[in-house]
């Protein structure tokens, strides 16, 4: 089925650092979204993205963290100055519009903020 | 606000044993409830849609059914199999649509 991939699968930075996850949905999808898993709790939800603008965002997206797809390449979220409290896993997910319910997602980023 | 409780965080089942996993709801629009499956290694994946208007989802073997009564909803399969050893994730669909909340997620261990 169509895959969404995500790059690095884990990265390793200093606490203070900028980071970029890096995104490639599925190739006719549309709706772009992040979301955040600390270890041993629930996925939340960060943020969705729609035609070059980010449509809704939830209270774990701080003034840190922004988001962009530049000319249709990958979909990035990226982390400005990192904290510890950013260590998670990050999933991206896409969804064709109208099929909000049927994210597919990424295999996931872990992040280590030393 | 809307949320999702899921309490069973392990299930260990043997072969051809019947699964049941729960959870309840919170909403105040018509919900869509989801269940979504995580295999290591790999990001979760729909497994069944549910809404008021069906009421119930079928796919693989997996029947998913919501109460409205008890704003529950449950998924369960008859008889499971090693290869169903998985995170399984139940999720609302809110903000207008545009969003998941996904529960905490049930670990599911299947023994040959």
């Known amino acids: 089925g169509p895959k969404v991939l995500q790059i690095p699968s884990h990265q390793i930075i200093d606490m203070g650092q900028m980071v970029t996850l890096n995104c490639d949905p599925v190739?006719?999808?549309?709706?772009f979204y992040w979301y955040k898993q600390i270890l041993g709790q629930q996925m939340e939800f960060l943020v969705n993205f729609y035609n070059g603008k980010v449509m809704e965002k939830s209270k774990l997206f701080k003034d840190q963290f922004s988001v962009e797809r530049p000319d249709g390449s990958y979909f990035t979220l990226k982390i400005q100055p990192t904290a510890l409290e950013d260590s998670a896993v990050y999933f991206c997910?896409?969804?064709?519009?109208?099929?909000?319910?049927?994210?597919?997602f990424g295999p996931g980023t872990r992040l280590t903020v030393l | 606000g809307d949320s999702v409780t899921q309490k069973q965080g392990q299930v260990t089942l043997s072969e051809d044993d019947f699964l049941f996993i729960n959870c309840t709801y919170s909403t105040t629009t018509y919900p869509t409830l989801l269940w979504y499956v995580q295999y290591p290694g790999q990001g979760p994946q729909l497994l069944l849609k549910v809404t008021t208007a069906n009421n119930k989802g079928i796919s693989r073997g997996f029947e998913a059914t919501y109460d409205k009564g008890t704003t529950s909803f449950h998924l369960q399969k008859a008889s499971v199999q090693e290869s169903d050893s998985a995170v399984y994730f139940c999720a609302l669909v809110y903000q207008g649509g545009r969003a998941l909340i996904f529960g905490t997620g049930t670990t599911v261990s299947v023994s040959p």
């Open positions: 997910a896409s969804s064709l519009v109208g099929q909000i319910y049927e994210q597919y």
């Open positions: 190739s006719n999808h549309l709706y």
